[in-house]
């Protein structure tokens, strides 16, 4: 049976599925518990892939490859939002930027 390695699993999370969990997200304001709900759901996809229980192994295997959680690419994904609409050109999203 041929598998992908670990690094080519998470190279494809990375770049077709987490759009997809976080499309739209930084338009909106989910809660604290939709945000941890999205950072679970990948911690269980690194629990599945590396055969482990152990979230401290999880989070060693996230560092080792330099892969961000939802929460941190939806912070960042907000902070670009808020600063494209912030310098727009658009006097109403400035005004409402600034309330």
């Known amino acids: 049976m041929n ?10 999370i990375v770049s077709k ?29 690194f629990m599945k892939l590396f055969r482990t229980g152990n979230i401290e192994v999880v989070r060693d295997c996230q560092v080792f490859f330099n892969f961000d959680l939802p929460s941190m690419l939806l912070h960042k994904r907000t902070d670009k939002f808020i600063g494209n609409y912030r310098n727009s050109g658009n ?3 400035k005004f409402l930027c600034t309330n």
Not at 3 to 12: F, H, K, P, R
Not at 19 to 24: A, D, E, Q
Not at 33 to 43: G, K
């Open 17 to 45: 599925c987490m759009p997809i969990l976080l499309y739209g997200l930084e338009a909106c304001q989910p809660t604290k518990a939709d945000i941890c709900s999205l950072d679970f759901t990948v911690n269980r996809v």
């Open 3 to 12: 598998t992908a390695s670990e690094a080519v699993i998470l190279q494809l």
């Open 91 to 93: 006097d109403v999203c």
